[in-house]
C-alpha cells in the first residue's frame, strides 16, 4: 500500500516569496492534515480537511496561510509571502476517519528553509 | 488548548539497556499514539492506546495508559542502534478532537 506522498522534499527561498507544498493522501483516506514542525518541536498541527471541506484551521495564520483540497483527495499549502519564522519541515498525514481508533499516517514532509 | 508534557527531553544510552519515558497532559484524553520519528522522515506509528490501564506491546517496545487518563508511558527493553530517534507522544480528547502532539524525546544509543 503506497504512503502519503509530498512534493517537494525541500525548498529554500527568500522572505517575501511565495511557496506551494503538495500532498497525495494514503488511497480512501478522507481525513488530511497539514502540520508544521519547528526544529526541536512536535508537530503543530495548521488545517484538517474531511474530503474537501475544512475541519479545523483555528490554528492557520490565514494572513499568510492558505489551503486547499478540492477535489476531496490531493491538497495544496500555500505561503505568500513567506516569513523567517516559517522556516520548519511541513507535514501531511492522513486517516482513515477521525474516530476515537484514529491513526495518522505521515508523509516524509517538506523541508522549507526562509532565508 | 491542551498541554503535553513529554520527559526526558533528551536520552543517551548505552546499547542492551532499558528505556522509559513518558507523557503528562492537562487534560483527560482518550486516546494515547505513540510515534517514531527517524531524521528527515515523517513520524511512523508505533503503539495505539485506546482504554485506561491498557498495556500494548510491539516486539521490544511496551506502552500503558495511565490509569488516570492524564498519562501515557512507553517502555523500550534491550535497546539496539536502530532505536535512535525521536519519539512522540501523541493524545486525542474525544472523537473528531485535534490530536496533540508532546515535545518529544531525543534518544541516543551507543554502541
Known amino acids: 500500500e503506497a504512503g502519503v506522498a509530498q512534493s517537494p522534499r525541500y525548498k529554500i527561498i527568500e522572505k517575501r516569496q511565495s511557496v506551494a507544498f503538495w500532498c497525495n493522501p494514503i488511497?480512501?483516506?478522507?481525513?488530511l492534515y497539514w502540520y508544521q514542525q519547528i526544529l526541536g518541536q512536535g508537530p503543530k498541527l495548521l488545517i484538517q480537511?474531511?474530503?474537501?471541506?475544512?475541519?479545523?484551521d483555528s490554528q492557520l495564520p490565514k494572513d499568510r496561510f492558505s489551503a486547499e483540497r478540492l477535489k476531496g483527495v490531493d491538497s495544496t499549502l500555500k505561503i505568500q509571502p513567506a516569513k523567517l519564522e516559517d522556516s520548519a519541515v511541513y507535514l501531511c498525514a492522513s486517516s482513515f476517519g477521525t474516530g476515537i481508533d484514529e491513526k495518522l499516517f505521515f508523509g516524509s514532509g517538506t523541508q522549507l528553509s526562509v532565508l | 488548548g491542551q498541554q503535553l508534557n513529554q520527559s526526558p527531553q533528551s536520552m543517551f544510552i548505552q546499547e542492551g539497556e532499558d528505556v522509559s519515558m513518558n507523557c503528562t497532559s492537562s487534560?483527560?484524553?482518550?486516546?494515547w499514539l505513540w510515534y517514531k520519528q527517524d531524521p528527515g522522515e515523517g513520524p511512523v506509528l508505533l503503539i495505539a492506546l485506546y482504554k485506561a490501564g491498557e498495556l500494548t506491546s510491539n516486539g521490544r517496545l511496551t506502552a500503558q495508559f495511565g490509569i488516570t487518563r492524564k498519562d501515557s508511558f512507553l517502555n523500550i527493553s534491550a535497546s539496539i542502534p536502530s532505536d535512535v530517534g525521536i519519539y512522540f507522544c501523541a493524545g486525542k480528547e474525544t472523537s473528531g478532537s485535534r490530536l496533540t502532539f508532546g515535545e518529544g524525546t531525543q534518544l541516543t544509543v551507543n554502541p
Open positions: 488511497s480512501g483516506h478522507a481525513t
Open positions: 480537511f474531511q474530503n474537501n471541506g475544512v475541519v479545523d
Open positions: 487534560s483527560i484524553f482518550n486516546t
